[in-house]
């Protein structure tokens, strides 16, 4: 019995949680949206939870939630590219000025130097753990190299990932305690365990072979352990629909397409869907779908040079370099992007190979429900609110 009971509650556990039938919904709004302040809503659970974000519509308005919120809305937990995102957002924000070093200067010709550009003032629209970052990257007010604060940035954003995590409960996008829950039920499989190990002399002299109580404590043991490691909690109402518009958006995201795109209407466009790029696995697309329309605008007659960058909003940066050409030159600051990314989360623990996988991969990045923003939360500038 136990050889057969422990793998059907071992299966019975994961296809819960994967499927997501735990997950909760507004059954009378339409997927995505929340109800406004006093409007009563009526709350269900089940696999449709699941579907609203797997089949969420192209969304084009920008999220109001952070684009580190992304993992722990699709993913139900921050990883390496939420921090990356929360980073380089930081920077469009104007806190900081993201560079290669000057050829006269005494950094390191590979590594990036951070400039200082904002006022701790300018921090009490931040989180507290964001507020860390720039204290770990700037105690004075000078320019520094990442490689130089790099013990102290993986501190800071270590907390910045401990406060996303605590945040999603705050501000209910997520509920419940599935690891105590998960431990309950491995419990009560370890006291069968202890049962099958305690009186396997006695099932043995009742005449079943020894091998059968070997089996069943093997069995219960694997069982424990796959329950252990799909402990997840659950999206409430409120977080399903903000996983909703983040599928949404991350299509966009996907789907955008130069010849869409008027040179006009990218001002800003760029810079504002980077960090969510970043956070979905998307930082090459993105900057190919802008430079073909910088390409195009060059095309149609418009002097883009220099005036087509500052266009896009790149004050942050210096890393695009239209003297190589614009193709060349998106190219070549897609990879540094994403060079910056790793190096930035590289020692940050082992942030992305403890994914869960989430429900669709929606994004390169190959995790969690969908590939884009979200658009609606309350809260915090890190993970709720106040979007750009």
């Known amino acids: 019995m136990v050889l057969v009971a422990a793998p059907l509650v071992a299966l019975w556990w994961r296809r819960r949680v994967r499927a997501g039938s735990v997950d909760e919904y507004f059954a009378d709004l339409v997927p995505g949206l929340l109800p406004v302040h006093g409007q009563p809503a009526r709350r269900q659970h089940g696999r449709r939870a699941r579907q609203m974000v797997q089949d969420a519509a192209v969304r084009f308005d920008s999220p109001q939630v952070r684009p580190a919120s992304v993992g722990v809305l699709t993913r139900r937990r921050t990883q390496a590219p939420d921090l990356g995102a929360a980073f380089v957002d930081l920077a469009i924000r104007g806190h900081f000025r993201i560079r290669r070093p ?29 507020r860390g970052v720039l204290r770990a990257l700037f105690p004075i007010d000078v320019p520094v190299t990442i490689a130089q604060r790099k013990d102290w940035l993986r501190t800071a954003l270590q907390g ?9 409960r705050d501000l209910r996008w997520l509920s419940g305690r599935p690891l105590l829950l998960s431990l309950g039920v491995v419990l009560a499989l370890g006291v069968l365990a202890a049962a099958a190990l305690t009186f396997g002399d006695h099932v043995t002299l009742a005449g079943v072979p020894p091998l059968l109580g070997s089996l069943a404590t093997i069995s219960v043991l694997v069982s424990m352990v796959v329950i252990a490691l799909t402990a997840t909690p659950r999206r409430t109402a409120e977080g399903t629909a903000l996983a909703v518009q983040i599928s949404g958006f991350g299509r966009f995201l996907q789907v955008a397409e130069a010849r869409r795109i008027r040179f006009e209407e990218a001002a800003g466009l760029f810079s504002r869907g980077l960090p969510w790029a970043v956070a979905l696995g998307l930082t090459e697309h993105w900057c190919r779908v802008f430079r073909d329309v910088l390409v195009a605008a060059q095309h149609s007659g418009y002097a883009v040079g220099d005036t087509g960058i500052t266009h896009l909003d790149l004050g942050w940066t210096d890393g695009i370099d239209v003297l ?9 600051f897609a990879d540094s992007v994403e060079s910056l990314v790793d190096d930035v989360t590289g020692d940050v623990g082992d942030l992305a190979s403890s994914a869960d996988g989430g429900d669709s991969g929606g994004s390169d990045s190959g995790g969690g429900d969908s590939g884009g923003g979200g658009d609606s939360g309350g809260g915090g500038d890190s993970g709720g609110g106040g979007g750009d």
Do not use: M, N, Y
């Open 102 to 130: 000057h050829r006269r200067e005494a950094f390191a010709p590979g590594d990036w130097v951070l400039d200082p550009t904002g006022t701790t003032a300018q921090w009490s629209s931040l989180s507290p753990a964001e």
């Open 160 to 168: 910045l990932r401990t406060e996303l995590d605590q945040q999603a």
């Open 324 to 332: 190589d050409g614009i193709p060349d030159a998106f190219d070549a």
